[in-house]
């Protein structure tokens, strides 16, 4: 069962209360997605740290061959 | 030899290797065949390993480098990031600046063409 936009974004809101999120279905399949995270929490982190944090949230749900997420663009930064 | 020995020896003795779904010429993957591409047009030399073929080192490369995402590019045995991380650095200009700081040879003005075509 592939997971729905609301529910990537409800897993990296609960590890990032304050972050500006915005998830995108890419292709319109609801299979790729792409999710911008902008968080004060990525201040000085580089950009490998920041989107393990990202993946850390969402539980493994990236993980092996049947990972309920196929496909996630990740782009991360702290506000300008 | 396991998986994490196997992975250690191959980043060690090769500059730059990318663990990837597929092969550099035939890539099986959106994703991989992304980052293969950048390096192909730059002109880097580099050693795919495609997990594909070893359910072992496809599940190890994620344990690894603690990153759950194929493909993984490393350089001069260090994780540099995957497509998201090397799509950004080649247009920032940011992965010309870790080659050369590397020595690791390519091709200036094909990634100066990807930028061009990416503006």
Same mark, same amino acid.
């Given at each position: 069962?592939?997971?729905?936009?609301?529910d990537i974004e409800?897993?990296?809101?609960?590890?990032?209360?304050?972050?500006?999120i915005?998830?995108?279905?890419?292709?319109?399949?609801?299979?790729?997605?792409a999710a911008?995270?902008v968080?004060?929490?990525?201040?000085?982190?580089?950009?490998?740290?920041?989107?393990?944090?990202?993946?850390?949230?969402?539980?493994?749900?990236?993980?092996g061959?049947?990972?309920?997420l196929?496909?996630?663009?990740?782009?991360?930064?702290?506000p300008? | 030899m396991?998986a994490?020995?196997?992975?250690?020896?191959?980043? #060690?003795k090769? &500059? !730059?290797v990318?663990?990837?779904?597929?092969?550099?010429?035939?890539?099986q993957?959106? %994703? @991989?065949?992304?980052?293969?591409?950048?390096?192909?047009?730059?002109?880097? #030399?580099?050693t &795919? !390993?495609?997990?594909?073929?070893?359910?072992?080192?496809?599940?190890?490369?994620?344990? %690894? @480098?603690?990153?759950?995402?194929?493909?993984?590019?490393?350089v001069k045995? #260090?994780?540099?990031g995957g497509?998201?991380?090397?799509?950004?650095?080649?247009?920032?200009?940011?992965?010309?600046?870790l080659f050369?700081?590397k020595?690791?040879?390519?091709d200036k003005?094909?990634?100066?063409?990807?930028?061009?075509?990416?503006?």
């Amino acid at each position: 069962m592939p997971m729905e936009g609301k529910d990537i974004e409800a897993l990296i809101r609960a590890a990032f209360p304050q972050a500006k999120i915005t998830v995108t279905d890419t292709v319109g399949d609801g299979n790729h997605w792409a999710a911008e995270v902008v968080d004060e929490a990525f201040r000085g982190m580089n950009r490998v740290q920041q989107q393990r944090a990202v993946y850390a949230s969402l539980k493994g749900k990236m993980d092996g061959a049947q990972g309920e997420l196929h496909a996630l663009a990740l782009t991360t930064k702290a506000p300008d | 030899m396991s998986a994490l020995d196997d992975i250690r020896e191959t980043i #060690e003795k090769n &500059d !730059v290797v990318l663990y990837m779904k597929g092969t550099k010429m035939m890539p099986q993957c959106g %994703f @991989s065949s992304r980052v293969a591409g950048v390096l192909n047009y730059m002109g880097v #030399e580099f050693t &795919d !390993v495609n997990v594909l073929a070893d359910p072992e080192i496809r599940q190890g490369i994620k344990e %690894f @480098s603690d990153w759950p995402t194929i493909p993984q590019l490393y350089v001069k045995g #260090e994780f540099v990031g995957g497509c998201d991380i090397i799509t950004e650095m080649t247009l920032s200009g940011e992965l010309d600046t870790l080659f050369e700081t590397k020595g690791v040879a390519f091709d200036k003005a094909a990634a100066d063409k990807i930028r061009e075509a990416n503006a």
